[in-house]
């Protein structure tokens, strides 16, 4: 199938001499082998490349390319199937914008498209083109999240070794998986994660209760979460619970019993967040709104958890506004290689700071992920990288730490 892929990257600053001529020369033989026109755009600093060819074979390329230590920041921005190539099948051409004024490189590359002007000005690959020729040229520099740049020590037991393993007498246990601010050392909360007897997943253990109980033991376990915080002593540190939202509407006097278990534990309001996912959020929401309030009106933050799994999505965000939102993993996930995911997560940047949300990134598993998240501002982070859920406990956390040049 007929497949055009554009990714940035930015050419690589160890890299003195790189000989574009000869790299240019070597890719349109290969290319031309291939079928593959790569029309390559550079501005001394920036890469813009758009490959076109079938699938498979672009697929193999782009990731050959990906590897290349020539350049670095590999970013994808678009991968769309079409009728037609946009491009004369030329192998590799290359458009340097040191060399050339962008009016100039802009009609050149018009000249070798095969789409109609018209038809060009609404199409997403011109549109990237033009973008890249007319944006200012940006200076290399911001090189402090260059993961390269940052390793990671661990700190044990943060909170001593006070419990752990399985507690005996509980319908469940609670695994503790701090929320960082790693610039700053510091631990931003700690989420309490549900376990069944035996340590398993939080669905294993809602699997084995009785459908019409489940949101009254939901509820009810919370009690044994505010417990081990107090046992660990987490002094002022804020405790995140995951809670069904359901559990807030059909139990009688839900928030009264949370609050009472809260004071008995010896914890504030304000040290407890709540979490609801963003579709548990949208589809019991009206039934919702007065637990909400109610909770609002103890002191109580919430959250929205999986923040960009649902459907809800920013719309959500019209209607009730939390005091953190938590990005989903799956945004996160790999979010140094991918245009797309990089522009949402900037949108949700800029609401959440409008609006003076707290953000917080789930699931951050790699260096290069927390380095373009912390440079796009973003500052709470959870996930492996920096520390696991450990049950009945608070387990090692990775700091990183920088290193210069
Ligand atoms: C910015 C950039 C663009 C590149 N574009 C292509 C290309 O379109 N086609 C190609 O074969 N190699 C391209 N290369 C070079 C490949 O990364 C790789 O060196 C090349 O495919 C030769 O690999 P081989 O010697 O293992 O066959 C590019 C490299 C860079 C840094």
Redesign the pocket.
């Known amino acids: 199938m007929l497949t055009t892929l554009i990714y940035k990257?930015q050419l690589n600053p160890s890299c003195k001499s790189i000989s574009l001529l000869t790299?240019v020369e070597?890719?349109r033989k290969?290319?031309t082998a291939l079928d593959v026109t790569?029309i390559?755009l550079f501005n001394g600093h920036d890469?813009l490349?758009i490959?076109e060819g079938s699938e498979e074979v672009i697929e193999t390329?782009f990731a050959?390319?990906g590897q290349?230590k020539?350049?670095d920041s590999v970013v994808e921005l678009m991968r769309d199937y079409g009728p037609r190539r946009r491009f004369e099948n030329v192998g590799?051409l290359l458009f340097d914008l040191r060399i050339d004024t962008p009016k100039s490189v802009l009609s050149s590359v018009l000249r070798y498209s095969k789409l109609d002007n018209y038809l060009a000005a609404e199409d997403r690959v011109f549109k990237f083109i033009q973008t890249f020729i007319t944006q200012p040229r940006r200076t290399s520099g911001g090189s402090q999240f260059r993961p390269e740049r940052w390793t990671l020590a661990a700190e044990h037991n943060p909170f001593g070794d006070a419990i752990a393993g399985l507690i005996d007498n509980q319908v469940c246990q609670f695994a503790l998986q701090p929320i960082v601010q790693p610039t700053e050392g510091k631990i931003s909360s700690l989420e309490a994660l549900i376990r069944s007897n035996d340590g398993g997943s939080p669905e294993r253990f809602f699997s084995t209760l009785d459908q019409d109980k489940v949101y009254e033991v939901d509820l009810l376990t919370k009690a044994y979460a505010f417990a081990l915080a107090e046992k660990i002593g987490i002094g002022d540190h804020k405790i995140a619970i995951n809670l069904l939202p359901m559990s807030l509407v059909n139990v009688p006097g839900a928030v009264d019993f949370l609050m009472d278990q809260i004071l008995a534990h010896r914890l504030q309001p304000e040290q407890v967040v709540i979490e609801v996912t963003e579709n548990e959020m949208i589809s019991g929401f009206n039934q919702f709104n007065s637990a909400i309030k109610q909770l609002r009106a103890a002191g109580i933050g919430l959250a929205i958890d999986d923040f960009g799994s649902g459907y809800a999505g920013l719309s959500l965000l019209t209607r009730f506004q939390p005091d953190k939102l938590k990005i989903d993993r799956e945004i996160v996930s790999n979010i140094h290689l991918s245009g797309p995911k990089q522009a949402i997560v900037k949108s949700i940047i800029s609401c959440c700071t409008d609006m003076e949300i707290a953000l917080v990134a789930e699931g951050i598993e790699k260096i290069e992920e927390w380095c373009w998240l912390e440079s796009a501002g973003i500052r709470r982070f959870q996930g492996f990288l920096f520390a696991r859920p450990k049950l009945n406990g608070v387990g090692e956390i990775h700091w990183p730490h920088f290193h210069h040049a």
């Open positions: 990257s790299l070597k890719a290969n290319n790569g390559l890469f490349q490959l390329l050959k390319i290349d020539r350049h590799m």
